[in-house]
């Protein structure tokens, strides 16, 4: 309990005079008149006035005390507060989460407007020396005003911050303002005190699962590094315990529809590019709606909105587009970008998402493999070459066109003007055949490599693999499955057979395999279709970088554990055959030019020395290692001076609207030091910091003791028990007898 000003305080300190004034009224006396009896009175009062005089002070003293405690008690926060203005110096680091989710808009105002308010009131009623620091949260983390006195600055600071469309990184922010305390504790500048105030509404795409090791110094992996949390740590005056302020998490995740996937195509017979993109919304009540969905594209003409019906509790739907080709205005490249928009809602960085779709309308795949014909007589026969190049081009405007190589002949020259090879006898491979197959790969284009189906061994892999530069490889040997082998009914997300998703689990359900060669060293994320046991039938990695090993990011390289004949499993004459071998051509080529997409929030890789611009005037560009100096902003289209566009869209985990409670934010914060909730009480006079005065319960339970000590005094000093009036009973009889003889006097003399 606070006032609103020392003026009420200092009222409620001088009420300590009512007592005595009170006193002093109550010993006024009328005038004397002096007569013989009153003698022997004042020899009566004289023997107990010096007791009298003691127990009346006791009483007065015991009131002023309760008075006086009381208003210290209701004036403490105040009067501590008035005094450090003047002698106290504070620190105090606000670390303000500008990071995408602060730009929701939950309730009648966006939630970046209640923290720049909250951080407003803080500042507002620090004592008056203090120093105010300011730390943002958004990637890039970084420090943007060092400790200050001048308030103004502070101000203007927080208004020029905005509610970014990169992460937060409240880690690395975090260290950031523990480097500040541990340069103050290490200069000649010391602080009586140093609070932090972490400024979030602690959604869960602002607090990873572990915020701060147990030590408060774990690296976060940035390429920043957290020096500054390991010298704070390393510095026992910065490793001090902070008092960390934060403010109340959110409590509800508001509705927000977003594109959460885009997977454009062009047509096999070109002009027409079809999207199809995937629609999800979180959010605490999914009633039912309705949302509506616009898509456009480079030189393609925009398509008619399409309208989401929402049912209660839906949480994803899927929208489809055919975007037709326009000659006016379309560029000359065949790269273009396409852009899904949503209404506007909760969270508007979520609903624009962006895709790159290569518009070349007839792909070549060179086959290196031995030729064969297709005899109904002998099935078994048919080599994979033959049953690839059928499921290629299966007939006319297919829009792949099919180059059948030799594995004697193949080189450099044999594949030039291939968009994709395939290579279905690698064992027959020579070093020249692999080493163009390598630069193949490393221009931007895709490789697949498939067992030989004629010989069980298949010791080629630790030779040609290597050259490609991937991390998985083929076991030595095929091994024959006692029973055939069966797919797993729900197969991975995978961005290569995206087109095919809805239809995936019907066309994996009647392959059989009775001979494979196990893929080994594969990661979970390169798995595209997996067996049934767990184990990868088609793998897709891209090449590491390496010395003329073409560009970062670059190239793309499947794997099939099957050789496609019908001595190892049914897939040639299955529904799966022509879609999957198609697909992985066709999306291969889409995700192997260059980094087609990158998350906002992390590095643009793309070919060296190449500057990137974004429709709304921002620029960045790569280093010699092509990689970009600065990590991408905003979503939207970035196009390179190279002709290059590379999509940037918010990763699903920067714009998780989760709220995260009290308990997991106090864990996280816990390391910084005692860690306290502090909402809407900043946004008025009356702060947390001066209603937590620890004196002032001490006060009130004095002034209580004082009120009893002067009830149980008073009683005892006033002589009103019938004991006490029995001791004075004879002196009372004795006084009586005293005025009777004086007033008989008296009448005698009259007489």
Do not use: Y
């Not at 017979?269 to 009540?285: D, E, F, I, P, Y």
């Not at 697909?583 to 906002?600: D, F, K």
Request: aromatic letters at 4%.
């Amino acid at each position: 309990m606070t006032f609103l000003s020392t003026g009420i305080a200092v009222a409620a300190v001088a009420s300590i005079a009512l007592p005595i004034v009170i006193h002093l009224l109550f010993r006024r006396r009328r005038v004397p008149l002096d007569w013989a009896a009153m003698e022997l009175l004042r020899a009566a009062v004289r023997r107990t006035n010096r007791r009298l005089q003691v127990e009346q002070w006791i009483v007065l003293a015991l009131r002023s005390l309760a008075v006086l405690a009381a208003g210290l008690a209701i004036a403490a926060p105040i009067l501590r507060d008035s005094v450090g203005s003047g002698s106290e110096r504070l620190l105090a680091v606000v670390v303000v989460d500008d990071g995408a989710t602060s730009g929701v808009a939950s309730g009648a105002e966006p939630e970046f407007t209640r923290i720049r308010g909250e951080v407003a009131a803080f500042v507002a009623a620090l004592p008056e020396r203090s120093e105010v620091a300011v730390v943002r949260a958004g990637l890039p983390a970084e420090v943007v005003l060092s400790p200050t006195s001048d308030r103004a600055r502070v101000e203007e600071i927080m208004q020029r911050l905005e509610p970014l469309q990169t992460p937060s990184d409240l880690k690395q922010a975090l260290a950031l303002a523990r480097g500040i305390v541990a340069d103050d504790a290490a200069g000649p500048r010391r602080f009586d005190r140093t609070e932090l105030l972490v400024a979030s509404s602690f959604r869960r795409a602002s607090v990873p699962d572990r915020l701060l090791a147990a030590d408060g110094s774990e690296d976060d992996g940035s390429e920043d590094g957290t020096d500054a949390a390991a010298g704070a740590s390393a510095n026992p005056a910065a490793a001090k315990p902070l008092l960390v302020r934060a403010l109340v998490p959110a409590a509800e995740a508001p509705l927000d529809v977003r594109v959460r996937a885009i997977d454009a195509r062009p047509l096999p017979t070109g002009g027409a590019v079809a999207v199809r993109a995937v629609v999800s919304r979180t959010g605490a009540s999914l009633g039912a709606g309705e949302t509506r969905v616009r898509a456009s594209g480079d030189g393609l003409s925009g398509a008619a909105t399409r309208t989401i019906a929402w049912e209660a509790g839906q949480t994803e739907a899927m929208v489809e587009f055919l975007l037709m080709s326009s000659d006016a205005g379309a560029p000359s490249t065949r790269r273009r970008g396409i852009e899904v928009a949503l209404d506007g809602d909760a969270l508007l960085v979520g609903n624009r998402a962006f895709a790159v779709v290569d518009l070349r309308r007839d792909i070549e795949v060179a086959v290196v493999g031995r030729r064969g014909t297709l005899d109904a007589a002998d099935i078994d026969g048919v080599p994979s070459a033959l049953w690839i190049a059928r499921a290629l081009a299966p007939g006319v405007g297919s829009g792949l066109r099919v180059r059948e190589i030799d594995p004697a002949n193949c080189d450099a020259r044999a594949l030039v003007g291939a968009d994709a090879v395939v290579v279905t006898r690698p064992d027959l491979l020579s070093a020249a055949a692999v080493s163009a197959v390598s630069t193949f790969v490393g221009e931007g284009r895709i490789a697949v490599i498939v067992p030989s189906g004629e010989t069980r061994a298949q010791g080629w892999s630790s030779t040609v693999l290597p050259a490609l530069r991937i991390r998985a490889r083929f076991a030595g040997e095929a091994v024959d499955a006692p029973e055939p082998l069966r797919l797993a009914e729900e197969q991975p997300a995978s961005a290569l057979l995206a087109a095919i998703r809805a239809e995936i689990a019907a066309l994996v359900a009647p392959i059989e395999v009775r001979r494979r060669v196990p893929i080994e060293g594969a990661s979970r994320d390169s798995t595209v279709l997996a067996f049934a046991d767990g184990s990868p039938l088609l793998v897709v990695e891209q090449p590491a970088p390496g010395d003329g090993a073409g560009e970062r990011g670059r190239g793309l390289v499947a794997l099939l554990a099957v050789a496609p004949e019908l001595a190892w499993t049914n897939l040639p004459i299955k529904p799966l055959m022509v879609p999957l071998v198609q697909e992985t051509v066709r999306a291969g080529l889409q995700l192997s030019g260059g980094s087609s997409s990158v998350a906002v929030g992390a590095r643009l890789a793309a070919q060296p020395s190449i500057g990137f611009t974004e429709s709304g005037g921002r620029a960045i560009a790569t280093d010699d290692e092509g990689v970009s100096r600065e990590i991408v902003p905003v979503v939207g289209l970035w196009r390179g001076d190279d002709g290059t566009i590379v999509a940037a869209n918010a990763g699903e985990g920067s714009i998780d609207l989760a709220p995260v409670g009290e308990d997991a934010v106090r864990a996280a914060l816990a390391p910084l030091g005692a860690v306290e909730f502090a909402g809407a009480a900043l946004e008025g006079e009356d702060s947390v910091r001066r209603s937590d005065s620890p004196v002032a319960p001490w006060l009130f339970a004095l002034a209580l003791l004082a009120l009893i000590a002067e009830g149980v005094l008073s009683r005892v000093f006033s002589h009103a028990s019938t004991r006490a009036s029995s001791r004075v009973e004879p002196t009372v009889a004795t006084v009586g007898r005293v005025r009777t003889g004086a007033r008989a006097m008296s009448a005698g003399g009259s007489r």
